[in-house]
């Protein structure tokens, strides 16, 4: 989880390079493509139901918080290609992504140690005075997968397109 | 205490989200909120050895009521509380060391918490694929702490360390499917017996992949190859983190999965299982020992002697006597005492004269006595000096291969002594009986800065060890001589786990 609070430091950097480290823009720049910018807007929606289709069938069928945050986390690499991964990196800045993975996480421990609240085990489903609490229960920690996995897909993204910093030059760069 | 069982895991994940939450709202936070977490850890730990130990028979539990085989069962008995103790004791030594000596990012405190989450995960889980799943989260977690070093070294190293571990939990992971394939099950008592009426084919095929993952994982000759780049490029304490507990736990894996998965029945009676786990060992002792005679660099020269040591614990289960299992768990627990102490040692040492090889040895008894008194006994300690714990552990792995008769092993071990005894002496030598060949100030000048500049972030502010680092380095140097005699008492705890799983 160490992309979050680089993500953070660098992308103030980013607006305006201090050195050529910074290779994407130098190299590829972001080109406006209506095409690609229609396409990703019809589309995103329904891959972000699908996300979410795939982590609520992790009770009872193929499917899971993963495959599903997998899937959620490819919606933000779909509006960076599009949109430019700045103006994106900068709505969704490091501190909601980070938001996003403790939230996940805090869903699996709560659902885990509510059970012991309850009296039963720690992730003990049925200890809930609920009518089918396994299966709303583990719903919930497929939905928190879910929400860590898309979350940390994104870091990661965010964090491989910055690039990184060294002092040492790189050997393109005399 | 049963239902407890779980939290060993949860605990650290819970101090994992709140460090790297509170550590993003303010820096300082991080560490305090670690150290809190691995308090409640070590006291959890503590609770449930004692249980288990007091009680004689071991504790189990059916993770959210699921029963077993289905559901997943974690289970400790008298082989895997004292591993359990050691991750939650040395994770905590080692944070207190970490206090001064950094790194201090936010990253390394929460990483920390996910990798004492795996090690525990793996130490006390009673399901192979849950083992396979904690060995991963413990392979992420400890490829990150050592990406925390922040030069170019430390990244390259844990890029190895990925590539290289990767592959290792693959093949792990190959093995188990192996073992499904032939009984359909996971949970390690079903195995058990369900792999004793399976086709021995895939039994053996299942076998070979699982210890060779492990292997992997342990770091045994010649499938070391990402462990001394890895130890030496990280930060110290992270050098030192890892190399008391990481393999120390997939060694412990690989004794478990061969008494409690396959059995001693199948280790002695099916063609080569126990050659091919005698011979890996064997090899390692003496590889391990000889590539670490030729290093000059302190932490490369540690992290070889580790590739030694372990062959000497896998010798000890391969052998799979009473006499061998007691030794190979005393010198599982012995070694990670000694080896992290005398990283955090050598870590402590570079601070105080940027001492990084061999020759920078040189005089360092007279500059940093205290220090150097610690490290001595420590490697004193390891080449198996009585009192000291490596004696012990090493006299007991020594004398189930007299009693079964392995005469290669016997003469192996005591061979590797003379090594370890080479290159651990020659240190003690240059700090005790040389004076310095050049000048404090120069010292550093000479051989020390090419290194210094691949291998440390100690460095970076601190001039010389706090009073935390240098105490943590002499708690391990008692340990190290304390632990020695108190064996003997420890011995009868063992028993009734030991005669389970020999099937005595």
Do not use: C
């Amino acid at each position: 989880m160490s992309h979050d609070e680089s993500t953070d430091g660098e992308s103030s950097i980013r607006t305006q390079p201090r050195n050529s480290v910074f290779r994407t823009e130098d190299q590829t720049p972001y080109v406006e493509s209506t095409i690609i910018m229609t396409t990703v807007r019809v589309v995103a929606p329904f891959i972000l139901t699908l996300g979410l289709f795939v982590m609520f069938h992790g009770a009872d069928s193929a499917g899971g918080g993963f495959q599903g945050g997998t899937i959620a986390g490819t919606v933000v690499l779909l509006l960076a290609f599009a949109f430019g991964i700045e103006p994106v990196r900068d709505w969704l800045n490091a501190d909601r992504l980070l938001g996003l993975v403790a939230v996940g996480l805090l869903t699996f421990l709560g659902i885990g140690f509510g059970a012991m609240l309850f009296g039963g085990a720690f992730l003990q489903y049925n200890a809930y005075p609920y009518s089918h609490a396994s299966k709303y229960g583990i719903e919930l920690v497929e939905l928190g997968i879910g929400a860590t996995v898309a979350g940390i897909i994104t870091g990661l993204f965010f964090l491989l397109a910055a690039g990184f910093e060294t002092d040492e030059p790189m050997e393109d760069e005399q | 205490m049963n239902e407890l069982l779980p939290l060993l895991v949860a605990i650290p994940l819970v101090g994992a989200v709140a460090s790297i939450t509170l550590g993003s709202w303010s820096d300082r936070l991080a560490w305090p909120v670690t150290f809190l977490t691995m308090l409640v850890h070590v006291g959890l730990a503590t609770a449930v050895a004692s249980t288990v130990y007091r009680g004689g028979t071991p504790l189990a539990t059916a993770v959210g009521g699921f029963t077993p085989p289905f559901g997943i069962e974690l289970v400790v008995d008298g082989l895997n509380a004292a591993i359990l103790v050691l991750v939650s004791a040395v994770a905590v030594g080692v944070l207190v060391y970490a206090r001064r000596a950094g790194p201090h990012s936010v990253a390394f405190h929460t990483g920390y918490l996910l990798l004492v989450a795996g090690l525990s995960g793996m130490t006390i889980t009673g399901d192979m694929f849950n083992l396979y799943v904690f060995l991963e989260i413990t392979g992420l977690a400890a490829y990150a702490l050592v990406a925390t070093g922040d030069d170019g070294r430390a990244a390259v190293g844990a890029l190895k360390y990925l590539l290289v571990g990767t592959v290792g939990a693959s093949l792990f992971l190959i093995g188990i499917g192996y073992a499904f394939v032939a009984t359909g099950t996971l949970n390690m008592a079903d195995l058990a017996e369900k792999l004793a009426t399976a086709d021995p084919t895939l039994v053996g095929a299942s076998f070979a992949l699982v210890v060779t993952g492990l292997a992997v994982k342990t770091a045994l000759f010649p499938l070391h190859t990402w462990q001394p780049e890895a130890y030496a490029s990280a930060p110290d304490s992270v050098s030192g983190l890892i190399a008391a507990l990481v393999s120390t736990v997939s060694a412990y894996a690989l004794a478990r999965v061969t008494f409690s998965v396959y059995t001693v029945d199948f280790l002695t009676s099916s063609a080569f299982a126990q050659e091919f786990l005698l011979g890996l060992a064997g090899i390692s002792i003496v590889a391990g020992s000889l590539l670490a005679v030729m290093q000059t660099e302190i932490k490369r020269m540690l992290a070889y002697s580790s590739v030694s040591q372990f062959g000497l614990v896998v010798a000890g289960v391969a052998i799979a006597n009473e006499a061998a299992v007691t030794g190979s768990l005393i010198h599982l627990v012995g070694h990670a005492v000694m080896k992290g102490g005398l990283f955090l040692a050598a870590g402590a040492l570079a601070v105080v004269a940027g001492a990084r090889t061999v020759e920078d040895y040189d005089g360092l008894g007279a500059r940093a006595p205290l220090l150097s008194a610690a490290f001595a006994v420590l490697s004193l300690s390891m080449v198996g000096i009585p009192p000291a714990v490596g004696f012990v552990g090493k006299w007991y792995i020594a004398l189930g291969a007299i009693q079964a008769e392995s005469w290669p092993i016997a003469v192996v071990i005591l061979v590797s002594t003379l090594l370890t005894l080479a290159y651990f002496l020659r240190l003690v030598e240059r700090m005790y009986f040389r004076t310095s060949s050049d000048d404090v100030t120069s010292s550093t000048g000479t051989g020390a800065t090419a290194v210094a500049d691949g291998g440390d972030d100690t460095d970076d502010g601190l001039t010389r060890p706090s009073a935390g680092m240098v105490a943590v380095v002499v708690v391990a140097a008692l340990l190290a001589v304390g632990l020695g005699p108190l064996v003997s008492t420890f011995e009868p705890l063992l028993e009734p786990t030991l005669e389970t799983l020999l099937q005595l």
